[in-house]
C-alpha cells in the first residue's frame, strides 16, 4: 500500500497550541510526536510505502548531531518505507545523517531521498508529489500533492494539500486522526471532491 502525508514537525514546540497557521493542541512536543507515532502506525504496515512531503522535523541543538539522531530515533519508530522529498525546513545534513544510519527492513532500506519531488502513477492519474505547491496551469490527470501550507489550501483543484494539519480533510467522508497518512483513496476523495466544489462554484 501507498501513503501520503507532509508536514509532521516532529519537536517543534512553537506550533503546539491554537494557532490560525496550524492549531496543535498538545501540551508539548512528546505527547504531539507520539501522537504522530501511534497514528501512523495503526494505518501504515511495514512493508507500505509512505511519500512525505517534506518538513519532517524542527528541532535545533547544539552540537546540531543530536537533533539528527533524535529525528532519526523518531522515524525509526514509523512504520513502512519512507521516501522523504526535502521540505524547507530538512537540512541536507539531516538527510546525509539518515542516509548513513539507513536501516534495511524486508530486503529495502528504509529512506529513499528526494531533493526536489516524486512522480507517480495510479489508475490513470499522475502525483506530481513536491513539498510546495505548483501552480500547474491547464492539465489533465495530473494532481500536484504538496505540503508547505499547513491550515490554507491552495484554490486550484488540481492541488491538494496532504499535510498533517491540511484544511482539506473536509472533503472526506470519514476524518482520520491527527497524524495518519492518506491512502490512494482519501486523495482520491479529496481530488474528487474539490473538483465538484469548483465546477459547484461555476
Not at 521540505?87 to 531521498?113: I, M
Request: charged residues 20%; negative net charge; glycine residues 6%.
Amino acid at each position: 500500500m501507498q501513503y501520503f502525508t507532509s508536514d509532521t514537525h516532529f519537536f517543534h514546540k512553537d506550533l503546539l497550541g491554537m494557532n490560525d497557521f496550524a492549531p496543535r493542541p498538545f501540551a508539548n512536543v512528546d505527547e504531539m510526536n507520539q501522537t504522530i507515532i501511534d497514528n501512523w502506525n495503526a494505518r501504515v504496515a511495514p512493508t507500505d510505502t509512505v511519500y512525505h512531503l517534506g518538513d519532517i522535523a524542527l528541532y535545533f541543538t547544539r552540537p546540531a548531531i543530536k537533533s539528527d539522531e533524535a529525528v532519526a530515533d523518531v522515524l525509526s519508530q514509523l512504520n513502512g518505507r519512507l521516501e522523504l522529498i526535502k521540505g524547507n525546513h530538512d537540512s541536507r545534513a539531516l538527510f546525509k545523517y539518515l542516509a548513513a544510519h539507513n536501516p534495511v527492513d524486508h530486503g529495502q532500506e528504509k529512506y529513499t531521498f528526494h531533493d526536489v519531488g516524486a512522480l507517480i502513477k495510479y489508475d490513470h492519474r499522475q502525483y506530481y508529489m513536491t513539498h510546495y505547491p505548483m501552480m500547474l496551469g491547464i492539465v489533465k490527470q495530473i494532481i500536484n500533492l504538496h505540503g508547505h501550507i499547513h491550515h490554507y489550501a491552495v484554490p486550484v483543484k488540481e492541488n491538494i494539500n496532504v499535510g498533517v494539519d491540511t484544511p482539506e480533510t473536509r472533503y472526506l467522508k470519514e476524518q482520520v486522526p491527527f497524524g495518519t497518512p492518506f491512502s490512494t483513496s482519501e486523495i482520491e476523495e479529496m481530488v474528487a471532491g474539490k473538483a465538484k466544489e469548483f465546477q459547484d462554484k461555476q
